[in-house]
């Protein structure tokens, strides 16, 4: 059962309004969904957003040490050129720009015109695509695979680049650097319901479950039959831990983010097999995130992301930021 | 094709919008994430409302395109406001557009289409709808031209439903794309149905639903 | 659907150790389902905690400026006072121990008898109940109202009293007048599913709400339609206004706190509406937490809660804390 | 009742709560938070094989009650636990207990759950059940008294069902509270119904269902 909202048109901005009110760092920009620092540092500017319904995603991690400005489309909507213009243009600060794009046809579609008309105005803009769902082939018949929750490993580290002062063009380095290393993947217990249409993303009889979803509440590339949580992480972590050529003595950040309705102690159940999933390969794991970073509205499941560390990226890793959703 | 003639063709597939976006939602939520009628619908509402100053062809397109731009979003909205910008630009001081002139207009816009999404013809994209209409078009631009590539397109789309997806975010679901239409190649299908109805004489709407889908 | 445990009975304690390993500020103590500080100060020691299946309560308000010690029961059935027994010594440096209790009979006598075992072994303990639930009306002849959500600001503010070096004594005048203060409301538009069967903890047909929740599952103490949010919201605000005598120059902390499966995107619509029906009423808002707080595991729904602010609430309000779930 | 007797008493309890485990759980689900067998079947499971080196009846419902401490937790932990060392304290030094004593026992018992839960006879708690059971064992010690004191007890139990919770986690539905049966006073009944068959030749299980509840 979903909320009714009075006024479906207005859910976005009225969403992005009790996000602003809730947190004193950010602003929206008036008459546009993107949502800005309130105070901008003089150094590269950070923009990054996507379709809404993906909370606390984009706009919770604009903040010191991370995003300057999030862009929110509709719901699982790209935004249009349009909207990421005025991100641009509010965040640069004669340094230049970039963009942290996830790949999904529309999403670099709409950013990348954004960035031609930026260009035109003068405005030095660079991107990163990131592309860290190892659910999807990776082939070139293919648009590639998409962009799901390890961007936020890059809204952190590329922002904690560009907040010491780092160049565009070091930033972008850095940026891309994490965008290679981050390899994630997830599973649905259940659809999301669409504020919309109030129906479910897609049917799933019980006792099974979609594997390797993205975060629009489209079904996954399979669907399987529901296995002791043991199994399904360590199906997760393994295919993760052979695209990404996982080796005894790495070091890596790990998280494990709930789709938006699996209850955070299941969760940690989650994060408790990983773990021990990782213990087995030999793996140091130098951060755990634990929670909602990039959710699916209402869908019940969960991804696994892996992201390889190296000591450049674990400095920048562990440098503070006050953007509200990072913890 | 006069400015109101290019009006009444865009108003007129907004109205068709408003009967079937349920029906593009509910294609795209099988492939997709169930948005498509709703991201067309809120731009062409908005769009269509901005070409009511235009003078010519060209302009009324260029404004349409630039409303798409600004409301649109997803994967749908840079597409189709590319390929109406690619329209605008072949028609540029045409006080009116031949047919000739139109099909020269939806070359280009194809051209804009498969240069911004890079999709070939059996990609499952809207690339599959666009590209035999507008061979169609262009070896006879007469009204039989126009109404064999309002067919061509509708049969195109139709075609679409055994397609594996290889862009566009159907392409993630792989061999699971199969069996459903492509909304958007459904929703350009339209597009070119709406343009023969407005110049074609006696042209009717064909039936767009679940069962034939 | 939910997630298969392969061994329910260790679900708790798996949940906690993914948890612990997810914060390195906190730790497990042997043996135990109590989680502590790894590192304690020289103050007061504050100890909450309850059945599981609240989280990111109790163990996510553990840290620096909150809670020394988090008790964790089985899934909505509260700790044993040998665990609460077990926290108490834990944190104690010999200035005592306070207990932050919410009003459930099973935690109210649990804490009780860890508090009366701890007394006998000489350690100075006084406890504060937590009773902010305004569904319940408050009568004599019956056992008073729940806690709920409002307890975090208790955690919160008699954290930071205890923090910067107050006595017991102190810090329990402090939290005293923190739950005297606090109103809170909720309601559910699904019920959850209970881990440890597999159902729903009660019917409700479509296009019903259950209004005036708990946090264990339980119905509400009534049922109605479903309203636009705008409505709900309204609803819930006017009756927390009412209960606490709201008045036109008050200063309050505002939370909308998820119950576990409504995504954050409605949660900020409910704070922009919330927020929206404060200012009618001409109330400054202080400051606004949004999220999930106190949750009960997968239900869909949400509660607002109101502390009345002075300025000595205020300053503690806004000092530091690590603990991980405050943001 | 010497401490085998004891013993056999709470084994047979343990031994009924695995077979009704399900059906408290249900009850407590209407009202409360669906754990209430949940919680007895965990708590005496362990409690019970602490029991094992007892040498006198008040030493095995003091090792019960300790083990019932560390691991019932909810309302019900402390309420049986408190129980079970009144019982204790009132047969401290016995070898054997006389239904008299039992009674005592089961009297102080009560005495320590009301004053623990400072629940009174209506407020639709397990004081329902062992409130008017206590009074017919105190009133006739002897093996008729007992076997009354079990039909009372399942009486209670029943009659619980149209009360209004005033105490524990069902006070808060206020009127929808009524018509279930208190989920506690159940497992109480049980209890009493269990003594009785260890006591009294031929006394026999009641049907515990959802359907009698
Ligand atoms: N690369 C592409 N080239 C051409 N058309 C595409 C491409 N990617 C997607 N499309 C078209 O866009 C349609 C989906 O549009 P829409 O649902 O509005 O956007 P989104 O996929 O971002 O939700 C698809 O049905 C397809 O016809
Ligand atoms: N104050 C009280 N006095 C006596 N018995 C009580 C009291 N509160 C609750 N109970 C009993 O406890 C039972 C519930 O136990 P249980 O479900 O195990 O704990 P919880 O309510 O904490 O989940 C109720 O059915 C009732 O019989
Ligand atoms: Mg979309
Ligand atoms: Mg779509
Ligand atoms: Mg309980
Ligand atoms: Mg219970």
Redesign the pocket.
């Known amino acids: 059962m979903n909320i009714l909202h009075p006024n479906p048109d207005r859910l976005v901005t009225d969403m992005l309004d009790g996000f602003v009110r809730s947190h004193p760092g950010l602003a929206r920009l008036p008459g546009t969904q993107v949502i800005v620092r309130s105070q901008l540092d003089q150094k590269v500017g950070l923009v990054s957003g996507g ?1 809404s319904g993906h909370e606390p995603a984009h706009a919770g991690y604009v903040g010191y040490g991370m995003l300057d400005a999030a862009v929110a489309g509709q719901i ?3 935004p249009t050129p349009n909207e990421v213009l005025n991100a641009i243009r509010a965040v640069d600060r004669g340094l230049g720009v970039l963009l942290i794009i996830k790949n ?3 999403d670099v ?1 709409n950013f990348e015109m954004a960035a031609e008309l930026a260009q035109d105005e003068g405005i030095a803009v660079e991107k990163v695509i990131v592309a860290d769902d190892v659910a999807v082939e990776n082939s070139t018949f293919t ?1 590639g695979r998409r962009g799901v929750a390890g961007t936020v490993f890059v809204h952190k580290i590329a922002g904690a680049s560009a907040q010491r002062g780092d160049s565009l063009q070091e930033v972008k380095r850095i940026a891309d650097k994490v965008a290679a290393r981050v390899f994630s993947m997830g599973l649905a217990l259940s659809p999301c319901i669409l504020p919309t249409t109030g129906k479910p993303s897609f049917d799933l009889p019980a006792g099974e479950v979609e594997i390797g979803i993205g975060i ?1 509440g489209e079904p996954g590339v399979r669907r399987g039959s529901i296995a002791p949580l043991t199994e399904l992480v360590d199906m997760l972590i393994d295919r993760v831990a052979a695209e990404s050529s996982l080796q005894k003595s790495d070091e890596v950040a790990l998280m494990i983010n709930g789709m938006g309705a699996t209850p955070l102690a299941e969760l940690g159940v989650c994060a408790h097999h990983a773990m021990a999933r990782l213990d087995q390969i030999g793996v140091k794991i130098h951060k755990s995130l634990l929670g909602e970073y990039m959710t699916s509205l209402n869908m019940a499941g969960f991804s696994i992301t892996v992201l390889k560390l190296d000591s450049e990226l674990k400095s920048l890793l562990d440098e503070t930021t006050h953007a509200p959703a990072w913890r | 094709m006069n400015v109101e003639q290019v009006k009444a063709w865009l108003h007129g597939y907004q109205q068709r919008l408003s009967e079937v976006h349920e029906l593009l939602d509910e294609l ?1 939520n099988r492939i ?2 169930g ?2 009628g709703t ?2 619908l809120r731009g062409f509402q908005v769009a269509c409302a901005q070409m009511t100053e235009a003078a010519t062809p060209s302009e009324a397109v260029h404004k349409l395109a630039m409303g798409l731009l600004s409301t ?6 840079p ?1 189709y406001a590319t390929a109406f910008l690619r329209m605008s630009q072949t028609w540029r001081e045409m006080e009116e557009v031949s047919l000739k002139d139109l099909s020269d207009g939806l070359n280009a816009a194809l051209a804009g ?2 240069q ?4 070939n013809v059996g ?5 599959d709808v666009w590209a035999p209409s507008v061979e169609c078009m262009l070896s006879d631009p007469t009204e039989h031209g126009l109404l064999e590539a309002s067919r061509v397109a509708r049969q195109a789309a139709l075609n679409t439903r055994q397609l594996v997806a290889r ?4 392409s993630y679901l792989g061999d699971r794309s199969v069996g459903t239409c ?4 459904v ?2 299908a339209i597009l070119f149905e709406c343009l023969a109805i407005t110049l074609v004489e006696g042209m009717e709407a064909g039936p767009w639903t679940a069962q034939v889908l």
């Open positions: 379709g699982f909507t790209s999904y046809t529309g579609m648009i629009h | 795209d997709g994430d948005d498509h991201n067309m649109v979003g997803g994967a749908s909205g597409l289409i498969q911004r999404g890079s999709a990609d499952k994209t809207m690339v862009r566009g975010r159907a492509d909304p958007g190649s929703s350009s």
